[in-house]
């Protein structure tokens, strides 16, 4: 849940969650059709017995035997439910037949005249690391080389490996560090690995599972931020001590050069590699989610490391790469004379001689329709993908000693345009298009010659002829526009009858562009089905201010454009409450909690993913603390009282009617505490709210670890949406 800081990734987030009321109860609320104003919050006292807050403690034992016990029997109960449908085969297959395809976009990064891979399949359900050469890559059938096999490594070795990416050595990139979950944690196992020998290195360089991050300074060095014991972690769990590592000597002897608090949120430590083939170490250490300091680090000539030197920039900015010595700033605060979501640039050479930034120079100030998806940087241009109104667009810039100078790329409109792979040591980029009826397309762009290939695309998996996007307006309680994506059938009628899905994110500054998503196509479209992507406040569509517009005390305005689309749907009788469901995951997760708490009038059907629910202990759990730059500090009186406020595990009512909610988790997700979604069933339990749940004992945050896994919760999840919203089911 978290945007790049120099060339380092905090994390990112996403997905999966419960909910309730009888089947008699049901009925009668899928049959009003008006629109209510929200409920007002209560403060909701849970002092019985054996259903108090303290009561629900032990689901927080993640492998607990009494939790476990717990959800095993909510798990029986819901797979028996949903798996009896003859449309959860039907589903399942389907899904699986996409996921497991091999016309998938095989999705590469370039190093050094190759391209490298990671591909599952059938045959391959954990996957297997591969690469090809360019020239391969580009024809009808790729000569794949495989470099390691998942599958066979984790039979080997008795483990439910999930590869987890890789970090190698520039400029031959032999030498690599593997990362690899036990079952889709964050926490990674790191080993250093030979793509040559195609053999772990005896002897090599290796940590124990931890989050965390490694980085090659040469050979025989890494700059390392792990899990070094007591007192190294900060109370997010995330590294809080860098140190210098020599190749042959153990962990323990690695050498301490920088140090955030215990309250950061993380202290991580990298090399860039600067186009002038210097390698310098920075680190970023993070005060909250949004605030950090970075510091370069300077090597003496007897190896030492200097005292960091901290960048005179602002807390709220992002170091996107260097260019041709031109350092690349993403700006989420006003700053000197540039606005909030302006990219610039500053000499990294006039930082270094004295510590301070005299020029700072305009690369692309986005207008307030208008943002920056991505940035890509490579040897001769850098490219940026720029959307406005959620429709995106990609440019080259290029600086020429004195200003930046930009030029429009050809690439299809009127969708998503995506900067993938760049590799600022060669000329060659991938990027992407796609829109929600016609299939992902992927492209070589070479930046120096500007010749554009075609690589790969994806196949039609399902009829967009009979279907149409189109993109609308919703009035939200204060009088913001907000944009939304209806995806349906050109014929369907406009009187209220359509099953229809209302997806929600809105939070880290995450935007819902247009995407080609072929199983929701295949398994809700064709179907009959409605689809709609709500672009609501909390995340980037419209820069920092639309992400900010929703953070904290302020987050209710999040809520309120969720409700103004859903109301507007039913207004403009695309659905009805009857017909109406809607999905989130992990900060959609707490969406869909505040919806159905707030507004159990307005949905027949929600689907909470890998959620955060309990907002009064959130800081407590796993990487909890790290998110109170979005969420707010429940201890603080303001912010604790509007999170109490919202929190959906405290806003059950007994006496009131819900839908019945369906909750997704997974046991080792290691980033949102599955106790989120186990606590609030339990409440729901308590009050006889029906509900149905459905936790994977592996999976990590995505709550599957393997292609199988996410075909059978796709197959769960439509299914139950099927059941809940199509009237001849």
Not at 269 to 286: N, P, Q
Not at 537 to 557: F, I
Not at 580 to 608: K, W, Y
């Amino acid at each position: 849940m978290h945007s790049s800081k120099l060339t380092l990734g905090l994390i990112i987030s996403s997905a999966l969650a419960l909910g309730a009321c009888s089947p008699s109860n049901q009925n009668s609320q899928a049959e009003n059709t008006t629109v209510l104003k929200k409920q007002e919050p209560q403060i909701m006292q849970y002092n019985t017995p054996g259903q108090t807050d303290a009561d629900h403690l032990y689901l927080e034992e993640v492998l607990g035997d009494k939790a476990l016990e717990e959800v095993k029997q909510w798990n029986e109960r819901t797979l028996s439910k949903l798996t009896a449908d003859p449309i959860f085969a039907q589903l399942e297959s389907e899904a699986l037949a996409i996921l497991q395809s091999k016309d998938k976009i095989p999705y590469v990064s370039y190093r050094n005249g190759e391209v490298f891979n990671f591909w599952q399949d059938a045959e391959h359900v954990r996957g297997i690391w591969r690469k090809a050469t360019l020239e391969s890559y580009l024809s009808d059938s790729t000569q794949w080389q495989t470099i390691l096999d998942i599958d066979a490594l984790s039979a080997a070795e008795g483990k439910n490996w999930v590869f987890k990416g890789t970090s190698c050595l520039a400029p031959d990139y032999v030498r690599c560090m593997l990362n690899l979950s036990d079952g889709g944690k964050d926490a990674v196992v790191r080993r250093e690995f030979d793509t040559l020998s195609k053999t772990f290195v005896q002897d090599g360089f290796i940590t124990e599972e931890s989050k965390g991050s490694v980085s090659w300074l040469d050979e025989n060095t890494m700059v390392v931020g792990v899990d070094f014991g007591e007192g190294s972690m900060t109370d997010s769990g995330y590294p809080m001590v860098a140190k210098l590592w020599k190749r042959g000597t153990p962990l323990t002897s690695a050498v301490e050069f920088g140090r955030g608090e215990q309250t950061d949120v993380g202290y991580w430590s990298s090399v860039w590699d600067l186009s002038d083939g210097r390698h310098e170490i920075i680190a970023t250490r993070a005060l909250t989610f949004y605030d950090s300091e970075n510091y370069w680090f300077a090597q003496n000539p007897d190896g030492s490391i200097a005292p960091g030197k901290k960048l005179p920039i602002p807390l709220k900015s992002s170091v996107a790469g260097e260019f041709k010595g031109q350092v690349l700033l993403t700006l989420a605060e006003d700053w000197r004379d540039f606005a909030s979501g302006t990219l610039v640039s500053f000499a990294i050479n006039d930082f270094m001689a004295d510590g301070n930034i005299e020029n700072v120079n305009l690369v692309f100030s986005p207008d307030e329709k208008s943002s920056i998806e991505n940035i890509g940087t490579t040897q001769s241009k850098v490219l940026l993908s720029i959307y406005r109104d959620v429709s995106g667009a990609a440019y080259e810039f290029d600086w020429n000693g004195e200003q930046w100078m930009s030029k429009k790329l050809d690439f299809p409109a009127n969708g998503s345009v995506s900067i993938g792979s760049t590799n600022d040591k060669e000329d060659i980029a991938f990027v992407s298009s796609e829109s929600f009826l016609t299939p992902d397309t992927l492209y070589v762009y070479n930046t120096q010659s500007g010749e554009k290939t075609k690589a790969k695309s994806l196949p039609s998996w399902f009829d967009a002829s009979s279907m149409v996007s189109e993109q609308k307006f919703a009035t939200s309680s204060d009088g913001t526009k907000v944009p939304y994506f209806i995806v349906r059938q050109k014929d369907i009628p406009l009187d209220g009858s359509n099953p229809t899905l209302l997806y929600g994110y809105g939070g880290f500054q995450v935007s819902l562009n247009p995407s080609y998503s072929a199983t929701r196509g295949k398994l809700w479209v064709e179907r009959g089905g409605v689809y709609v992507l709500a672009n609501i406040r909390g995340g980037g569509e419209y820069g920092p201010k639309w992400h900010q517009a929703g953070l904290k005390t302020q987050r209710q305005n999040i809520y309120d454009d969720f409700i103004a689309v859903a109301e507007d749907l039913i207004s403009s009788k695309v659905t009805s409450v009857k017909h109406l469901g809607i999905e989130g995951g992990s900060n959609g997760g707490l969406l869909m909690g505040v919806m159905f708490t707030q507004r159990p009038d307005l949905f027949n059907a929600v689907i909470c993913q890998v959620p955060l629910l309990d907002m009064m202990r959130y800081h407590t759990l796993l990487a909890g603390a790290s998110w109170m730059g979005e969420y707010g500090d429940p201890n603080d009186p303001v912010e604790g009282a509007f999170l109490r406020s919202i929190s959906p595990y405290h806003n059950i009512a007994p006496e009131t009617d819900y839908p019945e909610v369906f909750f997704i988790t997974s046991t080792k997700d290691d980033r949102v505490h599955p106790a989120h979604a186990r606590k609030t069933a339990k409440r729901m339990e308590d009050q006889g709210h029906a509900f149905l749940y459905y936790e994977n004992i592996d999976g990590g945050h995505s709550a599957a670890a393997n292609l199988k896994e996410t075909a059978k919760r796709l197959a769960l999840q439509h299914t139950y949406l099927f059941e809940k919203l199509r009237d001849n089911k």
